[in-house]
Nanobody, 119 residues
Framework: QVRAVESGGGLVQAGGSLRLSCAASGRTFSGYTMGWFRQAPGKEREFVAS????????YYADSVKGRFTISRDDAKNTVYLQMSSLKVEDTAVYYC????????????WGQGTQVTVSS
């Protein structure tokens, strides 16, 4: 099973930027569509972005289109989420996971990384 370790979260002001990283633990990410998901306090977990195994296609939730960019470096077994123009409503714990069907997460959840956007 591919396991992911997320990092890069923190506290940032609205309008700022952060880059999240997701490193593979155990098996490689190669061959998997990888996705980012988030869970805000009191809300259900939701899809944020995904990228196909060859990097050929990307998909984004409407709420982050034009602000977030997903990328991957399979040589480093790492997936990234560049977040710009952050909003208070982007505050959440962010998770990285293998994904199927563009938006469906596979396997168990890791600890994630906390992103807090202040006004």
């Amino acid at each position: 099973q591919v396991r992911a370790v997320e990092s890069g979260g923190g506290l940032v002001q609205a309008g700022g930027s952060l880059r999240l990283s997701c490193a593979a633990s155990g098996r490689t990410f190669s061959g998997y569509t990888m996705g980012w998901f988030r869970q805000a306090p009191g809300k259900e977990r939701e899809f944020v972005a995904s990228m196909t195994y060859n990097g050929g296609s990307t998909y984004y939730a409407d709420s982050v289109k034009g602000r977030f960019t997903i990328s991957r470096d399979d040589a480093k077994n790492t997936v990234y989420l560049q977040m710009s123009s952050l909003k208070v409503e982007d505050t959440a714990v962010y998770y990285c996971k293998p994904t199927t069907g563009r938006t469906v997460p596979l396997g168990s959840w890791g600890q994630g990384t906390q992103v807090t956007v202040s006004s």
